[in-house]
C-alpha cells in the first residue's frame, strides 16, 4: 500500500509551520493516472490513530475530507494540512490510505500528539498576583502544547494587566521544560525616572507634592491620570500631558515626563452685569490661583448693585454689597491636610426672609484631608463664627401681607430673628469624577452635618444634616447625562432661624424658579436629571485662541423638589412648597474662573400665584449639585 507523509520538518518552530503550510499549498501536477484513480475510487471511510488526550470526534470535525469524496494526494495533503493546523499535532502526521474489498479507500490519519502541558511557572509579576494569572492558564494544563492556544493565553495575561492600568507590561519570554513545564517571563514595565518640564514659575515642589507615581513603580495608566488631574485642579496649568520613552540604559524600563504648559493665574478684574436679583451690579477683585507660584490661592472681591431690576415680590429692591477676602493652602505644613479661610462681609436684600435687610459678618476656617485608604474619599472639618443681623425693610408691605393672610403681626420678630453663632461642620465627600470641570462619568457624593450654637442665646443652638448625590453617565463621545438627588433637614433643636432655612427656587435648586420661590423650610428634597450635547461644528474647533468654543454644551433638565415644614412665608406669598420644572441651558468652561451655566426653566406644576408660569432664566458659576 502506498503511504503519504508530511516530510519531516525537525524541531518546530512559527517558521517551520509557515514554510510547512506553503509547502503544503504547492500545486501538484496531475497525471493521467491520479485521474484515473479519481475516477476509480472514493473515500468510504476515515480513521485516526495515535492520539490520547484530543477526541477523535474533535479531530475528525477538522479534517477537510469527507466520506465520499473521490480520493487524491492532493485531497489527502489538504486533510493532513487542516489536522495540524489544529495546533496539536507534530509535524510527523502521516496518511496511509488502504483499498477495501469494494475497490474504495480507507483514509487512515496517524497522529502524534504534542508534550502535555504539565504546569506553568511565572516570572517577573509583582502588581497581579500569581493566581489571577494562572486562572487563564490553568486551563491548558494537561492538553497538548498549542502554539496558538498559548499565544491567546498570553494575549489575555496582557489585557489583565491592561485593564488595571499596566499598558506597559508584556510577556518577554517562552520556554517549555521536557516535563511539559511551560515558563513565562514578565516585564511589567518599571519606571526609571519622573521628569518635570514646563514650569517657570510654579515651584518644582508643588508639582512634585501632587505626583504621586515615583521612579521604581510599575508604571499605571490610571495612576498618572490622577496625578494630571491633580496637577490640573491646581488651576496653575492650562496643559498637562505626558510622554513615555525608554531607558536609554535599561530598555526594560521607561522614563516618564510631565510635560506642563503654566497660565497665567494672576487676575486683576473689574466687570458688571444685570440680574434680577442684584439689579445692575459691578464687581472688582484680583485673585491668584498659583500665589508666589506654591500653589496658594488668595483672592480679594467685592461686588455692588442697585436691585433696581428685582421683579420678586418677596425681595426689597435696595442696593447689595458684598466683600470677600480668601486664601487657600492646598498642602498645609506639607501634609496631605489643605486649608480654606475666609473672611467675609455682606448687605444685602435677604432671600431667605421676604422684605427684609440682611446683614452677615464672619469668618470661616475648613480643614480637609484624603482618606489614605481610598483617596476618593475626602473628610473635612469646618468652624465658622458669623453674626447675622435681620432688619425690617418695608413694614407697610408685610403687615398687610399678614392680614391679608390672617398672620398674627407678632410672627414677625420670628422671621427676623438673627444671632451670633459658632458652626461646626463635619463633611464627607465621595468624588470618582473624570474631570473636576467638565465631568463626563463617575460619582459625586457629599454629607454634612451643621451644629449651630447659638453664642448670644443659646435656645437658637441646632443641628441640620444635608446629603447630595450625582452620578454621570457617557454617552457617545463627548455627550453625557447625570442625575442628582439632594435632601436635607433639621436633626434636632427647637428652634431654628428662618434665615438658616432652607430654600428650593433659583440656580442650583428648582431652575425655572426665581431665588427662594418654590418655598423654605427646615427641610427639603430634590432630584434633577440633565443631559449635555455638544454644539455641532464648534466642538470640532482647534484653534487654542477659542479653544473654550470647544467645550460649549447644550444641557437639557428636569428639576423637581419639595419643601419640609414650609415657613410662615410661605404661607403669606402662597408658595406652592413643591414644584417641577424643564428646561435647557448652556455649560462653558472659562480658564480661571470654572463652569458657567445659564439655564432658561419652564414650570410644569407648583407656579400657584408666583406669576412665572411663562418660565425664568437662571445664571450659576461651578457644577450643580
Not at 521536557?178 to 526609571?192: C, M
Given at each position: 500500500?502506498p503511504?503519504?507523509a ?10 517551520d ?5 506553503d509547502?503544503i ?5 496531475k ?27 474533535a ?13 487524491s494526494?492532493a ?21 496511509i490510505?488502504?483499498?477495501?474489498s469494494?475497490?474504495?479507500v480507507?483514509?487512515r ?10 504546569d ?28 496558538e ?19 506597559l ?24 525616572s ?26 499605571n495608566?490610571?495612576l ?19 510622554t513615555?520613552e525608554?531607558n536609554e ?9 510631565i ?8 487676575m486683576?478684574?473689574i466687570g ?25 490661592r488668595v ?11 428685582n421683579t ?5 429692591n435696595r442696593?447689595?454689597?458684598q ?7 492646598p ?5 496631605d491636610?489643605s ?17 427684609a435687610?440682611?446683614?452677615r459678618?464672619g ?15 475626602i ?7 458669623e453674626?447675622?443681623?435681620?432688619k ?8 398687610s401681607?399678614?392680614s391679608?393672610h ?24 465621595f ?6 470641570f ?9 454629607v ?16 441640620k ?5 450625582k452620578?454621570?453617565?457617557p ?19 427647637s428652634?431654628?432661624p428662618?434665615?438658616?432655612?432652607y ?9 425655572g424658579?426665581?431665588m427662594?420661590?418654590?418655598g ?6 430634590m432630584?434633577s ?7 455641532p ?5 482647534k ?8 467645550d ?11 419643601i ?12 406652592p412648597g413643591?414644584a ?17 451655566s445659564?439655564d ?7 407656579t400657584?400665584h408666583?406669576g ?6 437662571t ?7
Open positions: 500500500m503511504v503519504f508530511v516530510e519531516d520538518f525537525g524541531v518546530i518552530s512559527t517558521d509551520v509557515l514554510e510547512k503550510t509547502e499549498n504547492k500545486p501538484i501536477e497525471t493521467q493516472k491520479d485521474t484515473k484513480e479519481q475516477e476509480e475510487k472514493l473515500i468510504s471511510g476515515i480513521e485516526i490513530e495515535g492520539n490520547n488526550l484530543i477526541p477523535t470526534s479531530i475528525l470535525q477538522n479534517v477537510s475530507v469527507m466520506q465520499g469524496d473521490v480520493y494526494k485531497l489527502v495533503q489538504e486533510a493532513l494540512k487542516s489536522v495540524f493546523s489544529m495546533g496539536y499535532f507534530s509535524p510527523n502526521l502521516k496518511a490510505p488502504e483499498t477495501n469494494e475497490g474504495n480507507v483514509l490519519i496517524i497522529v502524534e500528539e504534542n508534550i502535555p502541558i504539565s506553568f511557572t511565572i516570572e517577573g509579576n509583582s502588581v497581579v498576583p500569581t493566581g489571577d494569572l494562572l486562572e487563564v492558564l490553568e486551563p491548558l494544563i494537561g492538553t497538548p502544547q498549542n502554539i492556544e498559548i499565544n491567546q493565553a498570553i494575549a489575555e495575561l496582557e489585557g489583565i494587566y491592561e485593564k488595571r492600568g499596566y499598558i507590561a508584556r510577556v518577554v519570554n517562552l520556554s517549555d521544560d521536557p516535563d511539559g513545564t511551560i515558563n513565562i517571563e514578565i516585564k511589567e514595565g518599571i519606571i526609571s519622573v521628569k518635570i518640564d514646563g514650569n517657570n514659575k510654579t515651584k518644582d515642589f508643588v508639582i512634585q507634592r501632587n505626583i504621586l507615581t515615583k521612579a521604581g513603580d510599575v508604571y495608566e490610571n498618572i491620570k490622577q496625578d494630571l488631574m491633580r496637577l490640573y485642579g491646581t488651576q496653575a496649568f492650562k496643559n498637562v500631558t505626558r513615555i525608554r540604559d535599561d530598555l526594560d524600563a521607561y522614563d516618564v515626563t510635560n506642563l504648559e503654566e497660565q497665567r493665574t494672576g486683576l478684574s458688571g452685569g444685570i440680574d434680577t436679583v442684584s439689579g445692575l451690579f459691578g464687581t472688582a477683585g484680583f485673585s491668584d490661583n498659583n500665589f508666589r507660584g506654591t500653589g496658594q483672592g480679594i472681591n467685592g461686588m455692588i448693585g442697585t436691585g433696581v431690576v420678586d415680590r418677596a425681595i426689597l442696593a447689595n454689597f466683600a470677600e477676602i480668601s486664601w487657600f493652602e498642602r498645609l505644613c506639607n501634609t491636610n486649608l480654606n479661610i475666609r473672611l467675609f462681609g455682606r448687605d444685602f436684600a435677604s432671600y431667605q426672609v421676604p422684605l435687610i440682611e446683614r459678618l469668618i470661616d476656617a475648613v480643614i480637609a484631608r484624603p482618606f489614605k485608604s481610598n483617596p476618593n474619599l473628610g473635612s472639618l469646618g468652624l465658622s463664627f453674626g447675622i443681623d435681620v425690617e425693610g418695608d413694614e407697610a408691605q408685610i403687615k401681607l399678614y391679608t390672617n398672620v398674627p403681626f407678632s410672627e414677625r420678630s420670628k422671621q427676623l430673628e438673627g444671632g451670633f453663632f459658632m458652626t461646626l461642620s463635619p463633611t464627607l465627600t468624588d470618582t469624577r473624570d474631570d473636576m467638565n465631568p463626563r462619568r463617575g460619582f459625586y457624593g457629599n454634612r452635618w451643621d451644629e449651630s450654637f447659638g453664642l448670644n442665646d443659646f435656645g437658637k443652638t441646632y443641628g444634616l444635608t446629603a447630595s448625590a452620578k454621570y453617565f454617552i457617545a463621545k463627548k455627550s453625557s447625562f447625570s442625575i442628582t438627588g439632594r435632601a436635607g433637614g433639621k436633626i434636632h433643636g428652634h431654628m428662618e434665615v438658616m432655612a430654600r428650593l427656587g433659583g440656580p442650583y435648586t428648582i431652575r424658579f426665581q427662594s420661590a418654590v423654605t423650610g427646615e427641610g427639603f428634597m432630584a436629571g440633565e443631559l449635555r450635547v455638544p454644539i461644528f464648534l466642538d470640532r474647533i484653534d487654542g485662541q477659542i479653544k473654550f468654543l470647544n460649549l454644551r447644550l444641557a437639557f433638565f428636569v428639576d423637581a423638589g419639595k419640609i415644614n414650609p415657613s410662615i412665608t410661605d404661607i403669606i406669598y402662597e408658595r413643591s417641577i420644572t424643564t428646561g435647557v441651558g448652556l455649560r462653558v468652561f472659562i480658564p480661571g474662573v470654572g463652569p458657567l445659564i432658561w426653566g419652564y414650570p410644569l406644576t407648583g400657584g408666583s412665572i408660569s411663562k418660565g425664568k432664566f445664571f450659576g458659576v461651578g457644577e450643580f449639585y
